[in-house]
C-alpha cells in the first residue's frame, strides 16, 4: 500500500510521517469550565452542496496532523500536560537515577551510536513525601483533574448531534450487558468512574506530552498497538515514526515492546513524541540487564528498572504478578504450554528458586512507585492461553483470581489499574471470560489480545482474532491490544501495523455500536448516507482508511469524472438500486398524498427510460 | 500476492490452476453401504517424525488438485452423479430448449467470438411426468440416495479421531443454540433432516459434475463464493478459473452473478466445470432479455430463463419474491433504501404495473419448475438492510415473514429451500435475525450475506462482514456468502476473491468449533501442537493459506534452516517461552516422582545455561 508520507517534517533523518488525513481538519474544543483545557478533535468536511455539517471524530494522531504544528522530534511535543501537575503542587523534582550502560544492553565503557535525546533542563518529577499524585486518588478526593475534563469533552463525541436530533442514547437501543453509558459524559462521570477503578486515566507525571485518554466499558472502546525495535535501526526516526504511524490510524495507546541493545535511548525518543499513553513490560528490559537469563533476575534489578522507565514517563506497566508458583504445574498438560514471554520469564525463574514469584511478594513495594508517579497497573496474564484447546483453563482462571486480589491491593495504595485478558478463546467461551474478569476484579477495565477465535489461520490472525475482539469489546472490554497478520510467523512491517490498527479500529466500533454509543451510530449514517447518494469522495473520507478505498474504487473506474457520477462500477451507469430507491420514495410521498393509486402506474411508465445496459459482474452485496 | 498456477493443465486458452496445495493429498473413501460412493478428501501429511498421523479436511476443490486427474475444461469434469441420477428411473432427456441470441445478449444474427463448450451427445434431463426428483422428495420416501450417503461420510470428517480418543462431540462443550450436531452422521441422519427442511442437497439433475454437499445447521457451516463475468473477456479459461480459484481456497458453493453479453455460454462452461453447485438469480439474465427495463419483464420471459437455466444445470436460484408490493414503501424512510439490486428490479416492476410482485403471484409455477429438475430455492432478501440505520426493520421483517410462508408452498412441492439473509447489522441485532428466521422459516437454512457490523470500512468489509458472518454462523446460520475487500468500492480480482474466501472459511471455522463440531476443533489442535513443536512447516501446512503463512515466515527469517529451528523471530534462537514449558512439564512430571521440591531448584539451576539474548520486537502474543 502506497504511504502517505506527506511533507518532510523535519531534517534528513528526523522526519516522520505528517499532515492531515484527506479532507479533515484538527480542531480544539474548549472547556467551557476549566481555562486551559483545549481538546483536539478531528472534523471531517463533506462535499460542498450536501448539505451535510462536518462530522467530528476521535482523534488519536496528536499534533502531527496539524498543520499549524512545526513537528521536530529533536525538541519532542509540547508539555500540555505540565501546568497542570504542577498546579496541584504535589510533586517535585529531583535528580533522577542516572542512565547506565546496561539500560541500553551496553558493557561498561561501550558507546552506542544512536543519538540521544537532549534532556537539557528536564529533571524527572515524583510525588512529595510518600503521597499518590494518581488521577486514583484525585477522583477519591473528588477532584475533577483539568484531564478528567479533557477527556470528558474528547468523550462526549456524538452526544450534540443526537440531541439535535431529540434523541438519546437510549433511543440508540445498544445492548450493553450491564455497562452504563452516560447520555453526557461531565468531568464528574469521568472522576466518578475513576474512582470506582471502572475506569484509568493513564497519565504518567513525566509524560506530560500525552493528550488525556480514559480506557473504562463506559466509554468508547480504546485499542492499543505494540511497537519494538528491530535489530537494526537506522534512525530514531524509523522508531517514532512507528508510533505516529500507529497513532494516525487510530493507535490510543502504544506498547513498547523492545528488547535488546540501545532500548533505554529509544524509549526516550517514543515518550517524548508521544500524544498517547505508553505502556512497557518492564521484566523484558530487567532481562536484558542479567545477561538473559532469568532466574538471576532480582527484586533489587526489577525495582531499579521500574523507577528507570517511570522516570521516564511510561503510563502504564504490564506486571505478571499474577504468575504463582502453585499455578505452574497447571499448565503442565496443555496443548500450548505458557505462551506469555512474561508469564515464561516468571515460571523459570520461580521454577529455578522454587520460590514464590518476587513481583507477587513484592506486589505492595511496586505500588509505592506507581503510586509516586501516577503509573497505572496492567496486571499482565502470564498463564493465557495460546491455543483453541487450552482457553478458559485451571491455569487461566486461578491467574485471573489472583488479579483480582492484586487490584483490590493496588487500589488501596490508589494505584490505577486494568486486567489484561487472552488471547485464543473459542467463540462460545469469550463471554465466561468477561463475566469472570468483572466479578473477579471488580469491574476494573479488561485489555485483551484479541482473543483469537481459531487457531488454523496464520497469516490472517488480525481477522480470528478481529472476530473475538469485537466480541468481547461488546461484552464489555475497555481496550482491545491488536494482532498483526504477522503474527505466529514474523516482524510486522509499517503496513501490517496500519491493517492491525484498522481491523482493530472497526471491531472497537462494531463493539460501540453493538453497546449503544452516540459517536460510533453518527459516522455509520453519514457514511451510508454519502453511499446512497453517491458522494464517493464523502465516503472515502468518512471511512477507516480513506486512501484504501479511493484506491480501490479507482482500481476499477479511475476516471475522476466517476468519482462524481451518480452511480458505481457494480451496476453501471444505467441500472442502480440506488437511484430505484430514490423512486420509491417519490412513490411513497405520492401514495401518500393522492388517493388513486391506479393512476401512478401509468405516470411512472410515462417516466420510464432506459435503466440498465450494464455487462459488468455484481459484488456480493448486490445480488 | 503470488498465484500458485500451478503445470499448465490444458492447451493455451484453456488453462486453470491444478495441482495439490502444500504436502496434501487427495483420498477417496469408499462407502461401505453403497458401491460407487467414493468420497473426496484432502489429506495433509505433517512431518516424518512428528508421530502426527496425516490430517483429514473437507475437499470443495474437486479434480483440480488431483494429479491424478488430467484437466480439460474443453471436456468437463466427469458426471459423478449421471449414474446414481439415471438408475432412479424417474427422469427422460428431451431436445430442450433451443439457445436463442438474446440468451447472450446478442442481436438476431450478431455472432459471438466466445468459443461455445461442446455438447454434442448431451440432452438435458427432466422429470417424468410432473414428478418432483429433488433429494427432498426421496428424502420424504425414505430413500437414502447415493448423494445423501457421500454427504454423510463427507460431513463425518473429525469423528474417527475423537472417537479413538474415547471422547464425543459432548465432551466437545460447544453451545450449538439448539442445533443437533450428531455423534456420528449417517445416511440416515442426513435424509432426516432434509425431510425435515432443515437442510439442503442442491443437485440439480443436470448438474451431475457436483460433488454432493449439504447445508443446514446440523453441518458443517459452508461458504458461498460470487463470481461474474468481466466486461472484456480475453479466454473462457479465464472465467472457468474464476471458479476453480475460489473453490481451491474452500469455497462451497458459487454463484455465477454475470450480466451482460455471452452469459449463457460462460455459464455452460462454469457448469460443465464445476464440482461445487451452481447459484444464480435468474432476473438477472431476465432483464438482460427485456433490454434493462425492468417494467418491460413478464413472467413469460421469466418462466424461459428459468427452464434454459435450469437445463443447463444450475443448481439453486435466487428467488426475491417476497419483495410484495405493499412492503415497498416502507423502505421510503430508510437511510439506504433498496440496496439490492434483485430487490430493486422487482421494486420497479411493482411501481411501474401497480401491481402483485410476479414472483410472488406466479410461485407455485415457478416450484412446478424447479421440482423437475431439482433446482432448489435461495428465497432472495430483497428488501435487507444497506446500513447499519436500516438493519431489522418493518420492511426487512415483512419480507421475511413472506419467505417463511413461501417455503411452506415450496416445501408442499417437494421443492428444497433456502432463505437468504441480511445485510448490514450491527452486533447486537444479529441474533434476533437468526431467532426471527428459524422461527418465521420452519428451521429452513438460513444463507445470509455478512452481515457487515459496521459500514464505516470501505476497503475491510471482509472483516467488518467476517465479524457478524462468525457470529451469525456459530447463532445458525448453514451458509455464509462471502464479501470481498472491494465491496462497495468495485470489482474484486483473483487476490480479493482469495481474501474473501480464505475470511469467511475463519468465520465458518470459527462458528464451527463454537457449535462444538469435532471436525473443526481437530484440525486447530493439530495446527497448535505442531506451533508449539517448532514443526513450521506443518504449521503452514495446516493452515488456511499455507503459502501466505510461509511467505510472512519467511520474510523476517528466509533462510531454510529457520524452519527447521527450535525458535521463531519473535523471541529469537536463545529464548523462548515454548522453551520453557517443556521445562516446566519435566518440573511438573518430576514434582509428582520426587517429594523433596526444595532440592528441584539446585538442580534446575545447574542445568542454568543462558536463555536469552535477542534484540528482536516481539508482536503481540509474546508480551
Redesign the interface.
Known sequence: MPDIHSPLSAPDGFAVTTGPLPSSRKIHVESPRLAGVRVALREIDLTEGSGEPPVRVYDTSGPYTDPAHATDIRAGLPALRRAWIEARGDVETYDGRAVRPEDN?LKDGEVSRVPVFDRSGRRPLRAIGGRAVTQLAYARAGIVTPEMEYVAIRENLGRATLREQGRTVRDL???SFGAAIPEHVTGEFVRDEIARGRAILPANINHPEAEPMIIGRNFLVKINA??????VTSSVAEEVDKLVWAIRWGADTV?D?????NIHTIREWIIRNSPVPIGT?PI?QA??KV?????ELTWEIFRDTLIEQAEQGVDYF?IHAGVRLPY??L??R????????????L??WC?????ENFLYTHFEEICEIMKAYDVAFSL?DGLRP????DANDAAQFAELETLGELTKTAWKHDVQVMIEGPG?V???LIKENMDKQLRECGEAPFYT?GPL????????D???S??GA??IG?FGTAML?????????????RDDVKVGV??Y???A???D????HPA??E???A???A??EFRWKD??N????PE??E???????PAEGAKLAHF????GP??C??K??????D???R?EAEAG??A??ET??EK?G??????????????
Chains 1, 2 share one sequence.
Open positions: 544492553g437501543g445498544g445492548e505494540n511497537i519494538g525495535n528491530s535489530a506498547m515492546l523492545s528488547t535488546g541493545r513490560v523484558y532481562l536484558e545477561g538473559g537469563q532469568a532466574e504490564t505452574i504445574p499448565t503442565a496443555r496443548v500450548t504450554g505458557i505462551v506469555s514471554r512474561g508469564g515464561s520469564i515460571a523459570k521454577l529455578a528458586h522454587h520460590k499482565g495460546g491455543s483453541i484447546a485464543h473459542p467463540m462460545h489480545l477465535t481459531t487457531d488454523i489461520a496464520p497469516g490472517y488480525h481477522i480470528t478481529g472476530i469485537a466480541m461488546w491490544c491488536y494482532v498483526t497478520p504477522k503474527e505466529h510467523l514474523g516482524l510486522p512491517d484498522v481491523t479500529k472497526i471491531a466500533h462494531a463493539a455500536l453493538a453497546k449503544g460510533a451510530r459516522r455509520d449514517d457514511l451510508s448516507r453511499r446512497f465516503q472515502f468518512l471511512s477507516l482508511d484504501t478505498a484506491r480501490f474504487h479507482d482500481q476499477t473506474l458505481c462500477s457494480m451496476c444505467k441500472f438500486s440506488m430505484i430507491t430514490q423512486e420509491v420514495r412513490y411513497a410521498a401514495q393509486m391506479a401512478m402506474s411512472f411508465k420510464g432506459q435503466i440498465y445496459l450494464s455487462d459488468r459482474p455484481l459484488p456480493a452485496d448486490h445480488h
